[in-house]
């Protein structure tokens, strides 16, 4: 689900930090952000000292929410540039819809990605069967920087379902490979950038070798923790492991999941603010002039609109 507080180009101070002095990697602890009517992610990326893991620029984990289906919960209409949206849930449903006129409803296991590229409008709602239903939203949705050459790209939107992604048995993991190549399998998933992303599920106590699959890598557990070269991390803790290879395993007593992303890192530095990512301050400031006199597309029958907040230049990346 789309952030109604997305960052400003200034981002906040979350913690960055080794988990102990034998530990090869560091941590990165997010920070809770309310979007309101109730709904709460937690927010990894960008900050300060770490503004991006390869292409992905913005990291937000969403739930998990137990709820009644409400409006309370919808994103309304509001625009994007620069960018792409790479949407993944692991429970509940929402309903898409943009300005190209793609109209998708996204649930757990398939994967949606939204490249907004010159500009696009769209919106993510309570789907109408679930209002007033009891329902669980639980997911990532997470920012990729476009390369330079497609910053402008006119927009689009692709939705692979489940059973659309490579599904690899190995030992005692499953990995299902979302963006990118890993094991010999790629998936269909059509990126200009380097991109990898991974949902990997272990048996207890069960290891997998992960080779070195992209310059730069993160490890995110979203519900369980898990053990990376031997030292363990707490769930809803990002790891930034060395990219030439680890060793994830599960605890001896439970399953884990970890997600893995990662992928070359963009091609010079990044501004972003509000909902917009570009090489370039002055093309940020005329989106906020373009969405602010109504130059933007329009997300066919859904009219409203999220205003922008004041415009500040942001500082430099």
Not at 158 to 181: F, Q, S, T, Y
Not at 215 to 231: H, I, K, N, R, S
């Amino acid at each position: 689900m789309p952030s109604r507080a997305a960052p400003e180009d200034t981002p906040p101070q979350t913690e960055i930090r080794m988990p102990s002095e034998a530990a090869p990697f560091r941590t990165v602890h997010g920070q809770a952000k309310d979007l309101g009517g109730g709904f709460t992610v937690r927010r990894l990326l960008p900050q300060a000292g770490h503004r991006s893991v390869g292409p992905f620029v913005f990291f937000d984990h969403m739930g998990p929410l137990d709820g009644i289906g409400q409006r309370e919960h919808d994103v309304r209409p509001h625009p994007h540039i620069g960018l792409c949206t790479l949407t993944y849930l692991f429970a509940g449903a929402m309903m898409h819809r943009d300005s190209t006129g793609a109209v998708q409803r996204i649930e757990p296991g398939a994967v949606n990605l939204m490249t907004a590229g010159q500009g696009v409008v769209h919106s993510e709602r309570t789907p109408e069967d679930l209002i007033g239903q009891p329902v669980q939203t639980h997911g990532l949705q997470l920012w990729l920087a476009l390369p330079r050459s497609h910053e402008e790209v006119p927009a689009s939107f692709e939705h692979l379902a489940a059973d659309r992604l490579p599904n690899i048995a190995h030992g005692g993991a499953r990995i299902r490979v979302l963006a990118g190549e890993a094991f010999g399998e790629r998936s269909p998933l059509t990126l200009p950038m380097q991109t990898l992303y991974l949902d990997l599920r272990l048996a207890p106590g069960a290891s997998v070798r992960l080779p070195r699959l992209a310059p730069e890598v993160a490890l995110y557990a979203p519900d369980t923790p898990f053990v990376l070269d031997g030292q363990p991390v707490a769930a809803r803790v990002m790891a930034l492991p060395d990219a030439n290879g680890c060793t994830v395993s599960a605890p001896p007593g439970a399953p884990a999941q970890v997600m893995v992303l990662g992928g070359e890192p963009p091609d010079g530095p990044r501004h972003l603010w509000w909902n917009f990512v570009s090489s370039r301050r002055e093309r940020i400031e005329q989106a906020v002039a373009d969405w602010e006199a109504d130059r933007f597309p329009q997300v066919p029958s859904d009219t409203e609109r999220i205003p922008a907040p004041p415009w500040r230049p942001p500082k430099a990346p």
